[in-house]
Structures are given as C-alpha cells and as structure tokens.
C-alpha cells in the first residue's frame, strides 16, 4: 500500500458555506466537506482514483474522508481539506492564544483506505471520537 506525505491545508470553500444552511447534520454539508482534494498526478501515485476513500493521518490525529481530484492543479504532495469536523480532528488543537487552531501547512501522511473502511457522517464521527452525538 502506497502511503504518501503531504502538507495538509484548509479553508472555507463556497460548498461549505452554503451547505452550513442546510445543517450540519445534512447530506448536503456531509458532501461538501468530509472530503479533501488532491492533485491528479497524486491520485494516480497512491493508485486510486477520484471518489476513493482515503485516510489522512497527521501528529493530532486520523480521519478518512473522500479523494477528490483537485480542479486547481497542479500542487504536488498539497492535500486541502474544507474547513470542518473532519479537518479539526487533524489539526493542532493549540490556538497559541489567539483562538484559531492553525489549519495551513500540516504535515500528513494521506493513503488508501482500507476496502470498506466508511466516511463517517457527523454523528458517527462525533460518536467515534467522543462517545456520544
């Protein structure tokens, strides 16, 4: 199995903003954020293709989210993720005073996840990570 290291970014995208009007718990922000994009020459390198799921590991933390190919290649080894649940389990929970955790320039390890392996919706995440939704 390929395992690839990567800087992970995140941020706010127009999808993730509208979507928040449907509620979190909706399918609409589910498929706006529990993913991340990917360069396309990165996608062939780990040997999957677009839709895959994928498991994005950092030294906070673990998450699989959905492998989108990336419209704004090319960014060798740039994994971006939405701003959300899924991206705040990744990142440095230190705010170092100013109340922001840090979400650019993370280094991750990205790779295939196991066949079968789900994109938890929110509440399964939430229930996975804290024991109750």
């Known amino acids: 199995m390929t395992i ?12 993730q903003g509208t979507s928040k009007e449907y509620g979190k718990t909706s399918q609409q922000y589910y498929e706006s954020v529990a993913l991340c994009e990917i360069d396309p020459d990165d996608l062939k390198e780990l040997g999957i293709s677009e839709s895959t799921n994928v498991k994005i590991s950092t030294a906070f933390g673990t998450v699989t989210v959905r492998a989108d190919a990336s419209k704004r290649a090319p960014h060798r ?9 899924w991206a705040n389990l990744i990142v440095n929970p230190e705010t170092h005073g100013t109340g922001m955790p840090s979400f650019k320039g993370i280094l991750a390890e990205i790779e295939p996840a196991p066949i079968g392996e789900p994109v938890f919706t929110l509440e399964e995440l939430l229930k996975q990570t804290f024991g109750k939704t």
């Open 4 to 15: 690839m290291k990567v800087t992970l970014i995140s941020g706010r995208t127009i999808n």
């Open 77 to 85: 080894k740039i994994v971006y993720m939405p701003y959300g649940p």
